[in-house]
């Protein structure tokens, strides 16, 4: 332990975040909600505006064609990060929650009729779980929850039990944004396609801190967001195989996703194209070909252990105050980016509206998780989460300003 503390002492990385340069005394533990942003992707948003604004896919015109060319290296970007097959396969969204409300609205509607089911965890975020509810109300079908144990361990006997033959839809996340704890994802791709359903996974919180590979993974659609691994905000990523997305229907109209118009109807442009309707985000797109770019200059193996280390660290340094209920798994080490705790006798807003008095920021409420939070017998608690640019500083000023919670409360 005395080398992984000296390990997360050091820290590279904080000075290439201006917010945190800029803000030494901030411990912010907030990055599930968002990441900061590194120089070099503040740097390519602007630089796109002076260098290459223009609307990219409608003009012949040399800046035009470089904004194309922009977005289309960012996309096949994007495709090599997560190992997918082709380029087209990665549809640019505004966030994960429209990507998952792209799958919904359209796969979901295509195949889900009365009678079936769709499978999604109890630990989903609203995202994953509001979509289907709609779909499922719409068609007649019925929503099935896994429900792991309350450390969050999906076991292969809960797989088989919720997801059966009648199963049409299994949507699930990798990583819990409450308990951290990643789900055997696996496992669950494998059996929901021996049953003959659709799988599709919430990597909202596992791309930004473990390794994807689409193809390993097994997987039939992945939803992401840019502004979890330091890019900008209002950029999302739906992945999905080829074939599926290719005979899916569409989903918003207008814009670049037609090939041609007439009175009475209309012809899709191929993907990606069908599935991006209307003026996007160019720059938002060409920053976040930054963003991946910086990350990788990181490496993700210098991430992920990182990251595991401060988060075993977090968990570990909250189990030593007997004030604290800790969520999710009792090993450390099996936190992935995230801790969500209770401080005795008090509530959650209080706690972070004391420690932000101490300039350490983490996030207080249900976490979009509401399900979730009531399997567990709470309406609420606070969520401390990593990323790399975090230190042992950081976590350390957190315990302490926990311990001014339990003072000025008199939690016990």
Not at 9 to 31: C, E, G, I, T, V
Not at 68 to 95: C, L, M, W
Not at 127 to 146: R, T
Not at 201 to 219: F, I, M, N, R, T
């Amino acid at each position: 332990m005395e080398l992984l503390t000296e390990d997360i002492s050091r820290n590279p990385y904080k000075q290439d975040f201006p917010l945190l340069a800029n803000n030494p005394q901030l411990a912010f533990l907030d990055s599930a909600a968002t990441e900061q942003r590194p120089a070099a992707v503040i740097e390519a948003q602007k630089r796109f505006y002076e260098t290459l604004n223009a609307n990219p896919l409608r003009g012949l015109y040399r800046l035009s064609v470089q904004a194309t060319q922009a977005i289309e290296k960012a996309r096949e970007h994007v495709a090599r990060y997560i190992g997918a097959a082709r380029p087209e396969e990665i549809i640019f969204t505004r966030n994960a929650s429209e990507s998952l409300n792209l799958v919904a609205k359209t796969l979901g509607e295509q195949v889900v009729e009365a009678g079936d089911q769709v499978v999604v965890s109890i630990m989903e975020h609203h995202s994953n779980i509001i979509p289907w509810q709609q779909v499922c109300a719409h068609k007649g079908a019925e929503l099935i929850y896994l429900r792991p144990d309350k450390d969050g361990t999906i076991t292969d006997e809960q797989i088989k039990a919720a997801i059966g033959p009648k199963a049409k839809i299994v949507s699930i996340t990798q990583v819990s944004n409450v308990l951290g704890v990643q789900t055997p994802t696996k496992n669950i791709v494998e059996h929901a396609h021996k049953m003959g359903a659709y799988t599709i996974v919430d990597g909202a919180q596992s791309v930004p801190h473990v390794a994807v590979d689409v193809q390993d993974l097994g997987c039939d659609l992945l939803a992401f967001s840019a502004h979890k691994l330091g890019g900008p905000m209002g950029i999302g990523v739906l992945w999905g195989k080829f074939d599926i997305l290719n005979d899916m229907p569409v989903f918003l109209t207008g814009g670049e996703m037609i090939d041609s118009v007439s009175e009475t109807g209309a012809k899709w442009a191929p993907l990606p194209y069908k599935f991006e309707a209307g003026t996007q985000d160019a720059a938002g797109m060409y920053a976040f070909d930054a963003a991946l770019t910086y990350l990788e200059g990181v490496g993700i193996k210098t991430l992920e252990t990182r990251e595991q280390a401060l988060a075993s660290y977090l968990c570990e340094q909250l189990q030593t105050l007997d004030f604290i209920d800790l969520y999710g798994p009792a090993e450390p080490s099996r936190h992935v980016g995230v801790a969500s705790f209770n401080v005795h006798g008090v509530h959650p807003h209080d706690v972070s509206s004391v420690l932000d008095m101490s300039n350490v920021a983490i996030r207080a409420g249900h976490h979009c998780a509401q399900p979730l939070l009531t399997w567990l017998g709470i309406d609420s608690c606070c969520r401390a989460s990593i990323a790399f640019y975090n230190d042992k500083h950081d976590i350390d000023e957190l315990i302490a300003a926990l311990q001014q919670v339990r003072t000025l409360f008199n939690a016990s």
